[in-house]
Nanobody
Framework: QVQLVEFGGGVVQAGGSLRLSCAASGRAFSVYRMAWFRQAPGKEREFVALINWGCGDTYYTRSLKGRFTISRGNTKNTLWLQMNNLKPEDTAVYYC?????????????????WGQGTQVTVSS
C-alpha cells in the first residue's frame, strides 16, 4: 500500500519561507507525476504545481510561479515545495498527490494517491 505523508507546515510571518516535503512509502510506489494542491478554509481545492517524475518538467499555477518551486528529491520518493515570500492568502492545507499513469493534471482528478495534508498559516 502506498502512502504519502507531508511535512514542514507551520506558522510563518508574511514574507517568510517554508519548505514542505512529501514522503512516499510502499513497495509498489511508482508515479508518472506528482503535484501539490492546497485548500483554504471555505474555498475549493487549488492546484499549486506539478512535476513529471522522470524528466523533471514542472508546471505551476500562474499566480504562484516565481514564489513557489516544486522539486523531487534524490531518493525519488520525496517531493518538495519551496515557498518564498509567503502571503496571508497562502494560508491553506497543502496536499501532495501522485499520478501513476500520467492522466492527471491540474484539476486534481485522477490522482491515485493523496497525503493527509499539512497546515500552512501565514500571519500578517
Amino acid at each position: 500500500q502506498v502512502q504519502l505523508v507531508e511535512f514542514g507546515g507551520g506558522v510563518v510571518q508574511a514574507g517568510g519561507s517554508l519548505r514542505l516535503s512529501c514522503a512516499a512509502s510502499g513497495r509498489a510506489f511508482s508515479v508518472y507525476r506528482m503535484a501539490w494542491f492546497r485548500q483554504a478554509p471555505g474555498k475549493e481545492r487549488e492546484f499549486v504545481a506539478l512535476i513529471n517524475w522522470g524528466c523533471g518538467d514542472t508546471y505551476y499555477t500562474r499566480s504562484l510561479k516565481g514564489r513557489f518551486t516544486i522539486s523531487r528529491g534524490n531518493t525519488k520518493n520525496t517531493l518538495w515545495l519551496q515557498m518564498n515570500n509567503l502571503k496571508p492568502e497562502d494560508t491553506a492545507v497543502y496536499y501532495c498527490a501522485g499520478d501513476r499513469e500520467g492522466d492527471a493534471g491540474s484539476s486534481g482528478i485522477r490522482y491515485d494517491y493523496w497525503g493527509q495534508g499539512t497546515q500552512v498559516t501565514v500571519s500578517s
